[in-house]
């Protein structure tokens, strides 16, 4: 039997007014001897487009807690690229509209359902892997969803680690065995992707080249990678010569390269590969093809892959996932993992979305309170 709630968001795309009010009332007979979720504000959109004309705030009524539910009080939740693209109607997987927004985020354990074991009230939980409809005040969802986690985790980071710090530890483990010493390329060094990547590889003993785009304030972003522990930053007009290995000191060539940019920005990657390297492609914000020389091909014998995250979770791995996370969480406790956020109350969520769709100019991550 559907939800109250989902009711409630199917009726947002249409005139079934007189659908709804009948269930309702069933489901307030039967609240009586049901366990009931509290009322829920959420950010809907009824249809695909932009995300700050098709979002909006509304109150959801209450949700049965079935015996293998668990109902989570959503602590905080981030606005990240890929739930815009979702909102949009351009991310290859999205939910089926009506929608609540929002894909990662951690809360606490209000209640649980009769059958569910290892999980309480106050532990703190995300749902992992990644779950859509985080952008609400309360969820209510199978306990197979949620991970409990180290209550003692630094808040912001448990909402925002599943997305881009795992996507970061998974590409330094899965294509090519690192050892101390070794080296890695990147572009797009600023986003956190990266910036957790300068991080994670710094804890492991391996270098890093990072490469940035040629704007005001890059020397401002060099000395905030290096602080980091970035080796090398490089912007991208510094890298137009004809040796970029002559720029490398005494750093061995890179067997590992990651883009998220595509263009020419790729190019420059793959142009400090060592022989037989490989370069991992993650993102493509320039909205550019890569383009490959033959001779990287036949004389360099070069490899190119790809990687998504969300496809290497759908692949039975919420184990290996779950134990990544712990590992990212530990590191953001010492310290050893960080990258700039504001923290923004749920109902300002309007203003973050503004400052996350890029109206007011360079932000740091907007991550949505409750």
Known sequence: MASVR?????????PSWSYLVPRAQTLRVRAFTATMSPPSKAVVYEQHGPPDTVTRVIELPPVEVKENDVCVKMLAAPINPSDINRIEGVYPVRPQVPAVGGYEGVGEVHSVGSAVKGLSPGDWVIPSPPSSGTWQTYIVKDQDVWHKINKDSPMEYAATITVNPLTALKMLEEFVTLNSGDVIVQNGATSIVGQCIIQLAQYRG?????????RAGSDEAREKLKNLGADEVFT????EVKNVKGLLGSLPEPAL????VGGNAASLVL???RQGGTMVTYGGMSKKPIT??????????LSLRGFWLQKWMGTDKAKECRSMI??????????KLKYEMELVPFNNFHSALDKALGKQGSQPKQVLTF
């Not at 989902?6 to 249409?14: D, E, N, P, T």
């Not at 390269?257 to 998220?260: A, I, L, R, T, Y």
């Open 206 to 214: 391996i270098h890093s080249i990072n490469i940035i785009r040629d």
């Open 6 to 14: 989902s009711v409630a968001l199917k009726a947002l795309s249409g």
């Open 236 to 239: 991208e007009s510094q890298l």
């Open 326 to 335: 712990d590992y990212l969480l530990d590191r953001a406790r010492e310290g």
């Open 257 to 260: 390269g990651f883009n998220c």
């Open 271 to 273: 142009k400090f590969l």
């Open 292 to 301: 490959v020389s033959t001779s990287s091909f036949i004389f360099k014998d």
